[in-house]
Each structure stands twice: as structure tokens, then as C-alpha cells.
């Protein structure tokens, strides 16, 4: 993994997205968030990293903003909204996400995403 992001830096790539599209076929595998700050580490401020891990709360985006991802991608988070009350479930739903990141950001005592880093997160040892 880490020679593929080499060669994402060493031909200019901007950014990366971190997935788990194909979870279902590689079950066994590590999650794409127990890899982000590996792969984040790895690039550093060369190319920015953005999570797709399946979020299902703003709690999730949080965590991986904190490890060092630049952005965030819900993947089918709005499509289920979507279905049931159309845009104004999307609405809806973005507005939880949103009211959820600012309420835990307060809890965490971060005004901005940039404040965000892994000091806030406490790891379990494995």
C-alpha cells in the first residue's frame, strides 16, 4: 500500500480517497478508517486524504477528521434519505450530520475543523 501512495505523490495526484467499496469482497480486510493514519502519515501535506468509510454519523467524521483526513465522504448516506422524503430528507439528514459535528465539536472544546487533530482521540491498545 504505502509504494502505491508513493507513486500517487510521484505523479502529481492532489488527493486520494480512501475506501471500503468492495467490503463486501474483501471482508477479512482492514477497515479503511483502522488505516487512515497510516496512509495519512504516510503522504503527509503532499496530497490530501478523504475517508468514504460508510458513515453513519457525524461521530465518524469527526474521528477521521481528527486523524488527519482533509474531508469526508458519506457514500450512500443521502440516497437513503432521499428515498423516504426526497430533498427535504436530504436536508434533513445533512442537518443532523452538521448539528452532530458542531455539538461534539463543542464537547471536544474545537471552534473549527482545524482544530480537530489525533490529541483528541484516545486509541485502544489491541
Do not use: W
Not at 4 to 10: E, F, G, N, P, Q
Not at 62 to 91: F, N, T
Not at 112 to 118: E, M, T, W
Amino acid at each position: 500500500m504505502l509504494k502505491m501512495l508513493k507513486k500517487a505523490v510521484d505523479i502529481g495526484c492532489s488527493g486520494i480517497m480512501v475506501s471500503n467499496h468492495g467490503g463486501r469482497q474483501l471482508d477479512g480486510s482492514r477497515s479503511p478508517f483502522d488505516q487512515l493514519a497510516e496512509i495519512v502519515d504516510a503522504v503527509g501535506d503532499k496530497i490530501d486524504v478523504i475517508c468514504e468509510g460508510g458513515f453513519q454519523r457525524g461521530t465518524h467524521m469527526l474521528k477521521a477528521l481528527s486523524i488527519g483526513a482533509k474531508a469526508c465522504s458519506g457514500g450512500r448516506l443521502y440516497l437513503y434519505a432521499l428515498a423516504a422524503a426526497g430533498q427535504a430528507g436530504v436536508e434533513r439528514a445533512l442537518g443532523q450530520y452538521k448539528a452532530e459535528l458542531e455539538r461534539d465539536m463543542k464537547l471536544m472544546g474545537c471552534k473549527k475543523i482545524s482544530d480537530l487533530n489525533r490529541n483528541n482521540l484516545r486509541f485502544r491498545k489491541v
